[in-house]
């Protein structure tokens, strides 16, 4: 069974850091770009950030200079390092994997093109 399983979510105080982990198992994760996308109470699930096959990362406005996206295809797992986090960025985290190519320079891939997805995990900031 292919899976995408988050980890590493919680409660952290605004300015402090988490990193989440996204496990792949039953696939190879270097077939797939990988994306986070987000969650909160009454809203959309928005995109946060994504890898390229080849490593290039991209990120929502929102995020950058705050969000580090990375990939280590030989543990078959990607991470998303969330520094300076703010009470805005509580939600429910999903990593999701996308078999075609992806733009690099272009804007993060919209939710229909991802092909799996995990279950979520929650991060909560406290202000």
């Known amino acids: 069974e292919m899976q995408l399983v988050e980890s590493g979510g919680g409660l952290v105080q605004a300015g402090g850091s988490l990193r989440l982990s996204c496990a792949a198992s039953g696939l190879n994760l270097e077939d797939y770009a990988i994306g986070w996308f987000r969650q909160a109470p009454g809203k959309e699930r928005e995109g946060v950030s994504c890898?390229?096959?080849?490593?290039?990362?991209m990120y929502a406005e929102f995020v950058k200079g705050r969000f580090t996206i990375s990939r280590d295809d030989a543990k078959n797992t990607a991470y998303l390092q969330m520094n300076g986090l703010k009470p805005e960025d509580t939600a429910i985290y999903y990593c999701?994997?996308?078999?075609?190519?992806?733009?690099?320079?272009?804007?993060?891939?919209?939710?229909?093109?991802?092909?799996?997805w995990g279950q979520g995990i929650q991060v909560t900031v406290s202000s």
């Open positions: 890898i390229s096959h080849d490593g290039d990362p």
């Open positions: 999701a994997g996308l078999r075609g190519e992806i733009v690099p320079t272009g804007p993060l891939p919209y939710l229909y093109e991802y092909d799996i």
